[in-house]
């Protein structure tokens, strides 16, 4: 097995795995995206176009929280991004701020899915998420003097954590 290691030590299966994130994280997000808009969806059957739920539109209960985790899982990616090409040039002093954002992706994307549908156990979801963003929160504060995308991902988790403690407050 030849696993050659770049200077910092991250070999190719970490930089391989972190990069498989954010493309699911991507993904992810555009699913999310679409649930979000699917309240205006139509169809056309044959001369007749029908519109579902022509009722008045309201958001859905949990927007906020749905719009907080979507908007982790961007800063997430975006920082994710950055972090593995820096790495891939030798400088390691984000490869915590990787790992921690690399695993608020498929928390935030939990927490968007589950908030969307009003889960029967997105409290208890909530409270996980509050303690993985706080990881990364407080990881990429480190760096958000150096690395705007570090500083948008600390910022973006501090709201996910916020929205989070409003849901399980009420």
């Given at each position: 097995?030849?696993?050659?290691?770049?200077?910092?030590?991250?070999?190719?299966?970490?930089?391989?795995?972190?990069?498989?994130?954010?493309?699911?994280?991507?993904?992810?997000?555009?699913?999310?995206?679409?649930?979000?808009?699917?309240?205006?969806?139509?169809?056309?059957?044959?001369?007749?176009?029908?519109?579902?739920?022509?009722?008045?539109?309201?958001?859905?209960?949990?927007?906020?929280?749905?719009?907080?985790?979507?908007?982790?899982?961007?800063?997430?990616?975006?920082?994710?991004?950055?972090?593995l090409i820096l790495i891939g040039k030798g400088d390691n002093s984000l490869q915590e701020c990787l790992r921690t954002a690399s695993e608020m992706i498929p928390?935030?994307?939990?927490?968007?899915?589950?908030?969307?549908?009003?889960?029967k156990h997105l409290k208890q979801y909530a409270e996980y998420c509050i303690a993985v963003c706080n990881d990364c929160e407080i990881e990429c504060r480190k760096?958000?003097?150096?690395?705007?995308?570090?500083?948008?991902?600390?910022?973006?988790?501090?709201?996910?954590?916020?929205?989070?403690?409003?849901?399980?407050?009420?």
């Open positions: 097995m030849n696993t050659k290691q770049n200077r910092g030590g991250m070999n190719r299966r970490e930089l391989l795995k972190g990069t498989g994130a954010v493309g699911a994280g991507l993904l992810v997000s555009a699913a999310i995206a679409d649930s979000a808009s699917a309240n205006s969806h139509m169809h056309n059957h044959g001369n007749h176009m029908m519109h579902h739920n022509s009722a008045p539109k309201r958001m859905p209960v949990n927007m906020p929280l749905i719009q907080s985790a979507q908007n982790c899982l961007t800063s997430a990616n975006i920082c994710v991004s950055h972090c928390s935030c994307n939990g927490l968007g899915q589950l908030a969307s549908m009003n889960a760096h958000q003097d150096h690395h705007w995308q570090c500083r948008n991902c600390a910022e973006a988790c501090a709201e996910c954590i916020r929205q989070c403690k409003l849901l399980i407050a009420a």
